[in-house]
């Protein structure tokens, strides 16, 4: 029987019945079998063993409560205990309804060894689908879920997501997904949706509806997945950072990350590279997509990508893309999704470094696209070779000002360009797996003395106080690109 502490089964009863918190130790198939839709009570935890491993789907219910969540663990020595699906389950640990429940330390497996499509599979899933509620406390940290379905598209499905189903008024707060692994996956690495959040643009104000709050995603390392590495839905306030972004979308085009149907986002502190291939669209690192207000792309390295951030002209409103990186993103810079439509709106993009060694054809606007509704302003555009705008560059009520170009000839609304070489210490030397936290292996953009970028900036109001090396750019003269 499987124990609870170092009680036997008959004192497992006792303790329940007394409020204090069981232990479930599983160290064979045969007690995992037995725990798999076990019931849990507040501070309750499963501990799977180093080195083990065990197949089939891992789903406990209960709920725990503030100060004793519900745990899923390892115990003992040794490499991760493992759980493998093996493509039969929906998902390798699957929590329904969850509130104060964390989760750690394991390795899951979900294929049954081919590269076809296994249907809607999921390596962590958490969903509320049957009781309207908020849903609090939900910790994913530490894991390695790799392996899951074949290398197929679908952007509801994949790694680690968290969904709410045919609810109509539910939400989650305090959802954490740290310092997780995301390798190998189809549909999408990282992901959440609802289907009753969301956020409606109306002239001059907003509507939102249940939208999640205290949204943190942050020290991932997602890499090649079947569609987009990440997805950010339904929140206020959510920030995703520090998470290495790799090998997008091989089955099916999607930028590495896109926010959709949120309020405040911030992404930041972010790699992107690798989202290369096929497809006029949606092959860029970032995205700031529609059914969006107050999105913040910035502190961000994009390179090797097709290009470094979508913009999206369906309804978005308040985007702001700044002190980012772009190195060598192959085709293009920027990229104006729903070309026909107009609707995105006051879009700011400023102290931005873009830099495009030679030998590249890149276009500042990847496909012919239109920029609408946006300024430009103390932006680096460095082409070691010779730039191109793109044939719809001159845009729609879109200006450039103070902006610094070499190899590029000034955009034609840029009353006050600046054009020169802006003497970087050592550009485009950067490769994969920097530090994040600090962005220190970007101090290749530093600028030389005698860069005519140098307290060249013009003031820009709330412009968030710090660069991409957290050097204050706070009142005084500032420079034109990322860095100071």
Not at 281 to 288: K, M, Q, V
Not at 335 to 351: L, P, Q, R, S, T
Not at 389 to 395: D, I, L, S
């Amino acid at each position: 029987m499987i124990r609870r502490n170092i009680y036997i089964t008959i004192c497992v009863l006792t303790l329940s019945s007394i409020g204090q918190a069981a232990e479930y130790r599983v160290d064979s198939q045969r007690k995992f079998d037995e725990v798999s839709s076990i019931e849990l009570n507040p501070g309750d935890s499963i501990l799977l063993k180093r080195g083990q491993t065990f197949r089939g789907m891992l789903a406990p219910t209960g709920k725990g409560v503030e100060g004793k969540p519900i745990r899923v663990t390892a115990y003992g020595k040794g490499k991760r205990p493992v759980i493998q699906a093996e493509g039969r389950h929906v998902a390798g640990l699957l929590l329904k309804e969850p509130s104060f429940w964390e989760v750690d330390g394991l390795e899951i497996t979900n294929t049954n060894g081919t590269n076809k499509d296994q249907g809607d599979l999921f390596g962590i899933y958490v969903v509320a689908d049957e009781t309207e509620g908020v849903y609090r406390h939900v910790y994913i940290d530490d894991c390695h879920v790799h392996d899951v379905n074949g290398m197929v598209p679908g952007k509801r499905r994949g790694g680690i997501h968290v969904h709410i189903r045919k609810l109509r008024e539910s939400t989650f707060d305090d959802l954490r997904i740290t310092n997780n692994v995301v390798e190998n996956v189809g549909g999408v690495g990282i992901g959440n949706d609802s289907s009753c959040g969301r956020v409606r643009l109306l002239p001059g104000r907003h509507e939102s509806r249940n939208l999640w709050t205290r949204v943190y995603v942050a020290g991932n390392h997602v890499d090649t997945t079947g569609r987009n590495n990440v997805i950010a839905r339904v929140s206020k306030d959510a920030v995703y950072e520090f998470n290495t972004l790799a090998n997008s979308s091989r089955e099916s085009t999607g930028h590495s990350i896109f926010c959709f149907n949120t309020d405040g986002m911030k992404i930041q502190y972010n790699e992107a590279y690798g989202n290369r291939g096929e497809g006029g669209i949606d092959r860029g690192g970032f995205d700031a997509d529609y059914n969006c207000i107050n999105t913040f792309i910035q502190y961000n390295y994009s390179h090797d990508n097709n290009w470094f951030c979508g913009i999206m002209k369906r309804p978005t409103r308040n985007v702001v893309i700044r002190y980012n990186i772009s190195q060598n993103d192959r085709e293009g810079i920027y990229f104006y999704g729903f070309d026909k439509e107009k609707k995105a709106e006051n879009v700011h993009i400023y102290n931005n470094t873009h830099f495009v060694r030679a030998g590249l054809d890149v276009e500042v606007f990847v496909n012919g696209r239109t920029p609408v509704n946006t300024r430009f302003e103390n932006n680096i555009f460095y082409f070691e070779g010779a730039g191109q705008w793109g044939r719809n560059a001159v845009g729609i009520n879109t200006v450039f000002r103070n902006n610094l170009y070499f190899n590029i000839d000034p955009h034609p609304s840029d009353t006050q360009p600046l054009v020169g070489d802006p003497r970087f210490t050592q550009p485009g030397q950067t490769e994969t797996g920097i530090d994040l936290t600090t962005m220190e292996d970007l101090v290749g953009y530093r600028l030389q003395k005698g860069s005519p970028a140098i307290d060249s900036g013009i003031t820009i109001s709330n412009n968030g106080g710090l660069d991409l090396l957290k050097t204050s750019v706070v009142g005084g003269w500032t420079n034109v690109g990322a860095l100071e």
